[in-house]
Protein backbone atom coordinates (compact mmCIF):
# COMPACT_ATOMS: atom_id res chain seq x y z
CA UNK A 1 0.00 0.00 0.00
CA UNK A 2 1.45 3.32 -0.96
CA UNK A 3 1.12 6.03 1.46
CA UNK A 4 3.09 8.73 -0.23
CA UNK A 5 -0.35 10.59 -0.65
CA UNK A 6 -1.14 10.71 2.98
CA UNK A 7 2.49 11.99 4.12
CA UNK A 8 2.27 14.44 1.28
CA UNK A 9 -1.06 15.83 2.33
CA UNK A 10 -0.06 15.72 6.18
CA UNK A 11 3.20 17.50 5.67
CA UNK A 12 1.21 20.11 3.73
CA UNK A 13 -1.72 20.67 6.43
CA UNK A 14 0.60 20.79 9.44
CA UNK A 15 2.86 23.41 7.21
CA UNK A 16 -0.53 25.23 7.13
CA UNK A 17 -1.25 25.25 10.77
CA UNK A 18 1.82 26.42 12.05
CA UNK A 19 1.47 29.58 10.03
CA UNK A 20 -2.31 29.86 11.76
CA UNK A 21 -1.87 31.78 14.92
CA UNK A 22 -5.26 30.68 16.30
CA UNK A 23 -4.23 27.56 16.22
CA UNK A 24 -0.59 28.00 17.54
CA UNK A 25 -2.37 29.66 20.46
CA UNK A 26 -4.66 26.76 21.44
CA UNK A 27 -2.35 24.05 20.51
CA UNK A 28 0.60 25.67 22.46
CA UNK A 29 0.14 28.55 24.61
CA UNK A 30 -3.17 27.75 26.27
CA UNK A 31 -1.92 24.26 27.87
CA UNK A 32 1.30 25.77 28.56
CA UNK A 33 0.15 29.06 30.14
CA UNK A 34 -2.97 28.39 31.51
CA UNK A 35 -2.61 25.88 34.44
CA UNK A 36 0.31 27.82 35.74
CA UNK A 37 -1.50 30.85 35.45
CA UNK A 38 -4.65 29.69 37.12
CA UNK A 39 -2.89 27.01 39.49
CA UNK A 40 0.08 28.96 40.57
CA UNK A 41 -0.84 32.65 40.00
CA UNK A 42 -4.60 32.21 41.74
CA UNK A 43 -3.57 30.14 44.30
CA UNK A 44 -0.89 32.65 45.68
CA UNK A 45 -3.24 35.13 45.71
CA UNK A 46 -5.74 33.12 47.30
CA UNK A 47 -3.37 32.28 49.92
CA UNK A 48 -1.91 35.02 50.42
CA UNK A 49 -5.24 37.09 51.25
CA UNK A 50 -6.36 34.41 53.29
CA UNK A 51 -2.91 34.30 55.54
CA UNK A 52 -3.58 38.33 54.84
CA UNK A 53 -7.27 38.25 56.85
CA UNK A 54 -6.13 35.71 59.74
CA UNK A 55 -3.08 38.00 60.29
CA UNK A 56 -5.13 41.26 60.37
CA UNK A 57 -6.31 43.20 63.90
CA UNK A 58 -10.07 42.25 64.43
CA UNK A 59 -12.30 44.95 65.26
CA UNK A 60 -14.76 43.52 67.38
CA UNK A 61 -17.70 44.75 69.64
CA UNK A 62 -18.47 43.54 73.12
CA UNK A 63 -21.84 43.27 74.69
CA UNK A 64 -23.22 44.65 76.63
CA UNK A 65 -21.38 47.62 77.81
CA UNK A 66 -20.85 46.68 81.43
CA UNK A 67 -19.58 42.80 80.86
CA UNK A 68 -17.23 41.33 82.96
CA UNK A 69 -14.10 43.69 83.37
CA UNK A 70 -12.08 40.75 83.79
CA UNK A 71 -13.26 39.06 80.51
CA UNK A 72 -13.06 42.50 78.79
CA UNK A 73 -9.22 42.94 79.80
CA UNK A 74 -8.90 39.24 78.80
CA UNK A 75 -9.95 40.38 75.25
CA UNK A 76 -7.83 43.38 75.28
CA UNK A 77 -4.54 40.97 76.43
CA UNK A 78 -5.07 39.69 72.74
CA UNK A 79 -2.97 41.66 70.00
CA UNK A 80 -5.45 40.91 67.39
CA UNK A 81 -8.70 41.59 69.12
CA UNK A 82 -9.42 45.20 69.42
CA UNK A 83 -12.60 46.17 71.34
CA UNK A 84 -14.74 49.34 69.50
CA UNK A 85 -16.70 51.26 71.83
CA UNK A 86 -20.69 50.97 71.44
CA UNK A 87 -20.82 54.53 70.87
CA UNK A 88 -19.14 54.40 67.65
CA UNK A 89 -20.66 51.43 66.59
CA UNK A 90 -23.93 53.21 67.16
CA UNK A 91 -22.77 56.54 65.01
CA UNK A 92 -21.59 54.87 62.29
CA UNK A 93 -24.64 53.16 61.59
CA UNK A 94 -26.87 56.16 62.32
CA UNK A 95 -24.36 58.22 59.67
CA UNK A 96 -24.17 55.36 57.15
CA UNK A 97 -27.78 55.15 56.40
CA UNK A 98 -27.61 51.89 58.20
CA UNK A 99 -30.92 52.86 59.82
CA UNK A 100 -34.37 52.13 57.49
CA UNK A 101 -38.11 51.48 57.92
CA UNK A 102 -37.35 47.88 58.64
CA UNK A 103 -34.25 49.20 61.45
CA UNK A 104 -35.59 51.48 63.67
CA UNK A 105 -32.98 53.87 66.30
CA UNK A 106 -34.53 52.22 69.24
CA UNK A 107 -33.74 48.72 67.88
CA UNK A 108 -29.96 50.19 68.23
CA UNK A 109 -30.22 51.69 71.41
CA UNK A 110 -32.15 48.82 73.32
CA UNK A 111 -29.37 46.21 71.87
CA UNK A 112 -26.32 48.85 72.58
CA UNK A 113 -27.48 50.06 75.90
CA UNK A 114 -29.73 47.19 77.05
CA UNK A 115 -28.97 43.46 78.27
CA UNK A 116 -28.61 41.44 74.86
CA UNK A 117 -30.78 38.85 76.38
CA UNK A 118 -33.72 40.95 76.97
CA UNK A 119 -33.95 42.32 73.37
CA UNK A 120 -35.77 39.20 70.47
CA UNK A 121 -32.96 37.31 69.02
CA UNK A 122 -34.19 38.69 65.30
CA UNK A 123 -33.61 42.58 66.18
CA UNK A 124 -30.13 41.31 68.06
CA UNK A 125 -29.45 39.68 64.70
CA UNK A 126 -29.84 42.63 62.75
CA UNK A 127 -28.48 45.06 64.49
CA UNK A 128 -24.85 43.05 64.57
CA UNK A 129 -25.19 42.21 60.76
CA UNK A 130 -25.89 46.02 59.80
CA UNK A 131 -22.54 46.52 62.02
CA UNK A 132 -20.42 43.39 60.34
CA UNK A 133 -21.73 44.65 56.90
CA UNK A 134 -20.45 48.46 57.30
CA UNK A 135 -16.93 47.36 58.25
CA UNK A 136 -17.50 49.14 61.64
CA UNK A 137 -16.58 46.00 63.25
CA UNK A 138 -15.65 42.27 61.83
CA UNK A 139 -17.20 40.16 64.91
CA UNK A 140 -19.40 40.31 68.20
CA UNK A 141 -19.23 38.81 71.20
CA UNK A 142 -21.79 38.54 73.93
CA UNK A 143 -20.61 37.74 77.40
CA UNK A 144 -22.77 37.15 80.36
CA UNK A 145 -23.61 39.92 82.62
CA UNK A 146 -23.15 37.45 85.79
CA UNK A 147 -19.91 35.77 84.78
CA UNK A 148 -18.55 35.73 88.18
CA UNK A 149 -21.52 34.34 89.86
CA UNK A 150 -21.48 31.88 87.28
CA UNK A 151 -17.61 31.15 87.77
CA UNK A 152 -18.07 30.84 91.50
CA UNK A 153 -20.97 28.49 91.89
CA UNK A 154 -19.89 26.33 88.98
CA UNK A 155 -22.92 26.90 86.56
CA UNK A 156 -22.72 27.07 82.72
CA UNK A 157 -21.23 29.72 81.17
CA UNK A 158 -22.21 30.73 77.50
CA UNK A 159 -20.13 32.89 75.03
CA UNK A 160 -21.96 33.82 72.09
CA UNK A 161 -19.93 34.88 68.80
CA UNK A 162 -21.75 36.60 66.03
CA UNK A 163 -19.96 36.73 62.52
CA UNK A 164 -20.32 37.13 58.92
CA UNK A 165 -19.48 33.69 57.37
CA UNK A 166 -19.95 34.38 54.08
CA UNK A 167 -17.45 37.64 54.79
CA UNK A 168 -13.34 36.25 55.44
CA UNK A 169 -12.46 38.90 57.74
CA UNK A 170 -15.65 38.59 59.27
CA UNK A 171 -15.31 35.03 59.57
CA UNK A 172 -11.63 35.08 60.81
CA UNK A 173 -12.42 37.34 63.57
CA UNK A 174 -15.29 34.84 64.38
CA UNK A 175 -12.50 31.99 64.87
CA UNK A 176 -9.95 34.84 66.77
CA UNK A 177 -13.40 34.89 69.03
CA UNK A 178 -13.93 30.95 69.62
CA UNK A 179 -10.48 30.45 69.97
CA UNK A 180 -9.90 33.10 72.93
CA UNK A 181 -13.34 31.45 74.11
CA UNK A 182 -11.65 27.83 74.31
CA UNK A 183 -8.56 29.27 76.35
CA UNK A 184 -10.83 30.96 78.65
CA UNK A 185 -13.49 27.98 79.30
CA UNK A 186 -9.76 25.23 79.30
CA UNK A 187 -8.59 27.69 82.17
CA UNK A 188 -12.08 28.02 84.31
CA UNK A 189 -11.86 23.86 83.64
CA UNK A 190 -8.84 23.52 84.98
CA UNK A 191 -9.83 26.10 88.09
CA UNK A 192 -12.59 24.10 89.48
CA UNK A 193 -11.17 20.74 88.79
CA UNK A 194 -7.86 22.56 91.37
CA UNK A 195 -10.97 23.29 93.96
CA UNK A 196 -12.61 19.20 93.91
CA UNK A 197 -8.82 18.37 93.87
CA UNK A 198 -9.29 16.63 91.08
CA UNK A 199 -6.37 15.93 88.25
CA UNK A 200 -7.15 17.24 84.83
CA UNK A 201 -6.41 14.10 83.05
CA UNK A 202 -10.06 12.51 84.90
CA UNK A 203 -11.66 14.53 81.01
CA UNK A 204 -9.68 11.87 79.18
CA UNK A 205 -10.66 8.55 80.11
CA UNK A 206 -8.92 7.59 76.32
CA UNK A 207 -7.29 8.39 73.47
CA UNK A 208 -8.03 7.96 69.37
CA UNK A 209 -5.43 7.32 67.26
CA UNK A 210 -6.08 8.01 63.62
CA UNK A 211 -3.87 6.34 60.61
CA UNK A 212 -4.01 7.26 57.18
CA UNK A 213 -3.21 4.37 55.37
CA UNK A 214 -3.60 5.60 51.99
CA UNK A 215 0.08 4.99 49.88
CA UNK A 216 1.61 8.55 49.51
CA UNK A 217 1.54 8.18 45.49
CA UNK A 218 -2.50 7.77 46.01
CA UNK A 219 -3.03 10.74 48.14
CA UNK A 220 -0.37 12.92 46.37
CA UNK A 221 -1.96 12.32 42.85
CA UNK A 222 -5.44 13.05 44.34
CA UNK A 223 -6.18 16.56 43.12
CA UNK A 224 -4.54 15.69 40.09
CA UNK A 225 -6.18 12.67 39.45
CA UNK A 226 -9.59 14.34 39.72
CA UNK A 227 -9.01 17.37 37.39
CA UNK A 228 -6.79 15.99 34.81
CA UNK A 229 -8.47 13.44 32.98
CA UNK A 230 -11.32 16.20 32.97
CA UNK A 231 -9.72 18.82 31.31
CA UNK A 232 -7.85 16.41 29.24
CA UNK A 233 -10.97 15.58 27.13
CA UNK A 234 -11.77 18.94 26.72
CA UNK A 235 -8.58 20.23 25.75
CA UNK A 236 -7.74 17.13 23.29
CA UNK A 237 -10.99 18.25 21.56
CA UNK A 238 -10.50 22.14 21.49
CA UNK A 239 -6.66 21.14 20.24
CA UNK A 240 -8.25 19.62 17.28
CA UNK A 241 -10.91 21.95 16.69
CA UNK A 242 -9.18 24.86 14.72
CA UNK A 243 -7.45 22.98 12.74
CA UNK A 244 -9.95 20.40 11.95
CA UNK A 245 -12.23 23.58 11.07
CA UNK A 246 -9.27 25.26 9.45
CA UNK A 247 -8.53 22.45 6.79
CA UNK A 248 -12.08 21.57 5.76
CA UNK A 249 -14.66 24.65 6.36
CA UNK A 250 -12.34 26.91 5.93
CA UNK A 251 -10.43 25.70 2.89
CA UNK A 252 -14.10 25.86 1.04
CA UNK A 253 -14.36 29.56 2.12
CA UNK A 254 -10.78 30.40 0.47
CA UNK A 255 -11.92 27.58 -2.54
CA UNK A 256 -8.42 25.99 -2.32
CA UNK A 257 -10.04 22.53 -1.89
CA UNK A 258 -10.75 21.76 -4.73
CA UNK A 259 -6.72 22.78 -5.52
CA UNK A 260 -6.07 19.93 -3.10
CA UNK A 261 -8.82 17.51 -4.72
CA UNK A 262 -6.79 17.83 -8.46
CA UNK A 263 -3.95 16.59 -7.00
CA UNK A 264 -2.89 13.02 -7.73
CA UNK A 265 -3.98 11.72 -4.35
CA UNK A 266 -6.62 8.99 -3.59
CA UNK A 267 -9.44 10.52 -1.72
CA UNK A 268 -9.05 8.19 1.30
CA UNK A 269 -4.83 9.88 1.09
CA UNK A 270 -6.83 13.13 1.52
CA UNK A 271 -9.24 12.17 4.41
CA UNK A 272 -6.26 10.41 6.27
CA UNK A 273 -3.71 13.07 6.01
CA UNK A 274 -6.29 15.62 6.90
CA UNK A 275 -7.02 13.15 9.79
CA UNK A 276 -3.16 12.88 10.84
CA UNK A 277 -3.21 16.86 11.29
CA UNK A 278 -5.93 17.08 13.96
CA UNK A 279 -4.74 14.25 15.28
CA UNK A 280 -1.03 15.50 15.91
CA UNK A 281 -2.83 19.14 17.13
CA UNK A 282 -5.02 16.92 19.75
CA UNK A 283 -1.87 14.57 20.96
CA UNK A 284 0.50 17.69 21.45
CA UNK A 285 -2.29 19.84 23.26
CA UNK A 286 -2.97 16.94 25.07
CA UNK A 287 1.00 16.07 26.32
CA UNK A 288 1.57 19.72 26.76
CA UNK A 289 -1.71 20.22 28.69
CA UNK A 290 -0.56 17.03 31.15
CA UNK A 291 3.20 18.69 31.76
CA UNK A 292 2.04 22.08 32.51
CA UNK A 293 -0.81 20.54 34.79
CA UNK A 294 1.17 18.27 36.88
CA UNK A 295 4.06 20.52 37.29
CA UNK A 296 1.17 23.55 38.32
CA UNK A 297 0.21 20.89 40.95
CA UNK A 298 3.59 20.17 42.23
CA UNK A 299 3.87 23.97 42.61
CA UNK A 300 1.28 25.36 44.14
CA UNK A 301 1.07 22.36 46.54
CA UNK A 302 3.95 24.15 48.18
CA UNK A 303 1.93 27.11 48.91
CA UNK A 304 -0.52 25.12 50.98
CA UNK A 305 0.47 24.01 54.82
CA UNK A 306 -2.14 21.20 55.44
CA UNK A 307 -2.26 18.57 52.72
CA UNK A 308 0.27 20.61 50.60
CA UNK A 309 3.13 18.30 52.46
CA UNK A 310 1.46 14.86 50.80
CA UNK A 311 1.22 16.90 47.54
CA UNK A 312 4.14 18.08 47.18
CA UNK A 313 5.95 14.72 46.40
CA UNK A 314 3.75 13.83 43.64
CA UNK A 315 6.20 12.60 40.86
CA UNK A 316 4.44 10.74 37.97
CA UNK A 317 6.05 7.58 37.54
CA UNK A 318 7.03 5.90 33.66
CA UNK A 319 4.35 3.48 34.18
CA UNK A 320 1.96 6.24 35.28
CA UNK A 321 2.72 8.41 31.93
CA UNK A 322 2.53 5.36 29.97
CA UNK A 323 -0.58 4.12 30.72
CA UNK A 324 -1.83 8.18 30.12
CA UNK A 325 -0.24 8.43 26.79
CA UNK A 326 -2.04 4.92 25.59
CA UNK A 327 -4.96 5.56 26.56
CA UNK A 328 -4.85 8.85 25.30
CA UNK A 329 -4.09 7.67 21.96
CA UNK A 330 -7.83 6.07 20.82
CA UNK A 331 -9.75 9.40 22.35
CA UNK A 332 -7.59 11.27 20.61
CA UNK A 333 -8.21 9.67 17.40
CA UNK A 334 -11.86 9.57 17.85
CA UNK A 335 -12.20 13.09 18.58
CA UNK A 336 -10.34 13.90 15.67
CA UNK A 337 -12.08 11.80 13.18
CA UNK A 338 -15.67 13.30 14.49
CA UNK A 339 -14.47 16.51 13.92
CA UNK A 340 -12.88 16.02 10.69
CA UNK A 341 -16.66 14.58 9.67
CA UNK A 342 -18.16 17.24 10.93
CA UNK A 343 -16.78 20.11 9.85
CA UNK A 344 -16.11 18.70 6.25
CA UNK A 345 -19.83 18.56 6.28
CA UNK A 346 -20.29 22.58 6.50
CA UNK A 347 -20.21 25.43 3.83
CA UNK A 348 -18.28 27.79 5.91
CA UNK A 349 -15.84 28.00 9.06
CA UNK A 350 -18.85 29.70 10.65
CA UNK A 351 -21.12 27.08 10.32
CA UNK A 352 -18.41 24.52 11.25
CA UNK A 353 -18.55 26.39 14.35
CA UNK A 354 -21.87 25.84 15.06
CA UNK A 355 -22.04 22.20 14.39
CA UNK A 356 -18.61 21.62 16.29
CA UNK A 357 -20.08 23.55 19.31
CA UNK A 358 -22.64 21.14 20.77
CA UNK A 359 -19.76 18.05 20.45
CA UNK A 360 -18.31 20.08 23.73
CA UNK A 361 -21.21 19.46 25.83
CA UNK A 362 -21.47 15.99 25.10
CA UNK A 363 -17.89 15.82 26.21
CA UNK A 364 -17.93 18.08 29.29
CA UNK A 365 -20.67 16.39 29.96
CA UNK A 366 -19.51 12.67 31.15
CA UNK A 367 -15.83 14.18 31.40
CA UNK A 368 -16.92 15.41 34.88
CA UNK A 369 -17.37 11.56 35.93
CA UNK A 370 -13.98 11.87 37.15
CA UNK A 371 -15.12 15.06 39.35
CA UNK A 372 -17.44 13.18 40.99
CA UNK A 373 -16.18 11.02 44.21
CA UNK A 374 -17.48 7.69 44.58
CA UNK A 375 -18.12 6.68 41.13
CA UNK A 376 -15.77 3.51 40.01
CA UNK A 377 -14.08 2.03 36.59
CA UNK A 378 -16.66 -1.11 36.09
CA UNK A 379 -17.16 -3.38 33.41
CA UNK A 380 -20.47 -1.29 32.53
CA UNK A 381 -19.18 1.76 32.21
CA UNK A 382 -15.95 0.50 29.95
CA UNK A 383 -18.27 0.73 27.21
CA UNK A 384 -19.55 4.19 27.49
CA UNK A 385 -17.23 6.84 25.22
CA UNK A 386 -15.08 9.57 27.55
CA UNK A 387 -16.72 8.05 30.47
CA UNK A 388 -14.33 4.91 30.03
CA UNK A 389 -11.48 7.28 29.59
CA UNK A 390 -11.90 9.54 32.68
CA UNK A 391 -12.46 7.07 34.97
CA UNK A 392 -9.25 4.97 33.87
CA UNK A 393 -7.38 7.67 33.69
CA UNK A 394 -8.43 8.65 37.64
CA UNK A 395 -6.93 5.16 38.40
CA UNK A 396 -4.00 5.28 36.90
CA UNK A 397 -3.36 8.57 38.80
CA UNK A 398 -4.41 7.47 41.83
CA UNK A 399 -1.32 4.27 41.69
CA UNK A 400 -4.80 2.18 41.33
CA UNK A 401 -3.93 -0.44 38.60
CA UNK A 402 -6.71 -2.67 36.83
CA UNK A 403 -4.89 -3.77 33.42
CA UNK A 404 -7.89 -5.89 32.20
CA UNK A 405 -10.04 -2.83 32.06
CA UNK A 406 -7.99 -0.56 31.31
CA UNK A 407 -7.12 -2.44 28.13
CA UNK A 408 -10.41 -3.31 27.69
CA UNK A 409 -11.13 0.35 27.79
CA UNK A 410 -8.21 1.14 25.12
CA UNK A 411 -9.81 -1.67 23.10
CA UNK A 412 -13.39 -0.20 23.12
CA UNK A 413 -12.24 3.17 22.58
CA UNK A 414 -9.97 2.22 19.65
CA UNK A 415 -12.94 0.48 17.85
CA UNK A 416 -15.40 3.35 17.86
CA UNK A 417 -12.19 5.68 16.84
CA UNK A 418 -12.24 3.05 13.92
CA UNK A 419 -14.93 3.16 13.20
CA UNK A 420 -15.48 7.39 13.09
CA UNK A 421 -12.16 7.10 11.09
CA UNK A 422 -14.26 4.75 9.01
CA UNK A 423 -16.74 7.02 8.60
CA UNK A 424 -14.67 10.58 8.20
CA UNK A 425 -13.32 8.76 4.68
CA UNK A 426 -16.67 7.75 3.47
CA UNK A 427 -17.76 11.50 3.64
CA UNK A 428 -14.34 12.67 1.85
CA UNK A 429 -15.56 10.09 -0.79
CA UNK A 430 -19.07 12.51 -1.45
CA UNK A 431 -18.21 15.04 -3.85
CA UNK A 432 -22.01 16.37 -2.58
CA UNK A 433 -20.56 16.92 0.65
CA UNK A 434 -17.33 18.23 -0.25
CA UNK A 435 -18.52 20.80 -3.11
CA UNK A 436 -21.18 22.00 -0.51
CA UNK A 437 -21.11 25.68 -0.71
Known amino acids: MNLRGVLIVYTKEMRDILRDRRTL ?38 MPRDADVALRTALNADDQLQIVPADSVRHALRTGGALDSLFRADW ?34 ELPVDFERRRTVGDSIILGVFSDETDIKSEAAG ?45 SGFLLAMMLPYMLMILTMTGGMYPALDITAGEKERNTLETLLAAPVARWHLAVGKFLTVFTAGMVTMLLATTSMTLSVMMSAVQFNSQAAELAPFTPTGATV ?19 AVAVSARSYKEGQSY ?46 QPLKILAVFGVTTLYAALALFVATRIFQRESVLFRT
Open 108 to 141: LDAVLDGIPEDVPDSIREQVYYAAIASKTVAAVV
Open 322 to 340: AWIILLMIPVATLFSAVLI
Open 356 to 401: VTPMFIAVILPAMVSIIPGIELEWGLVFVPVVNLCLALKEVLLGIH
Open 25 to 62: ITMILVPILLYPLLSIGMGALISSQFEKSRAADHRILV
Open 175 to 219: DRLRAWARKVGDSLVTERLAIEGLDRRILYPFWVSSYDIAPLAKK
